[in-house]
């Protein structure tokens, strides 16, 4: 099904779901230790660097952390695709199972 033809409200109700869980994730007990090393980081940093060295990281890291967002919201939206699609899958599977079961039941009768 092209994103196109889902309905007006599926988006905003995907985009909130994907912030609830980009929040969820940030409260995962590995994120909590790799927050205290970049913060242990940034503090060096910022102690060590002139101030426009530093502002040029700072601009550094607020264009990647951008691109990591947009490269996990096209994820996030891909893997939501994907499911639709599989559950087309196992819906015309499931279909054609249950036609099959119909199509031999009838045979079974005749002979």
Known sequence: MPYQQWPDWLRPALDQRFNKLAALAG?????????????????????????????????????VNYQHAVEKEWLYAEGIKDGVRL??????????DKTLECHAGNNERVK
Do not use: P
């Open 27 to 63: 409260k995962q007990h590995q994120i909590h230790h790799l927050q205290k090393k970049i913060d242990q980081i940034t503090l060096q940093l910022k102690n060590e660097l002139a101030i426009e060295q530093y502002q040029l990281i700072l601009e550094w890291e607020d264009a």
């Open 87 to 96: 559950m087309c899958c196992v819906g015309e599977i499931a279909y054609m």
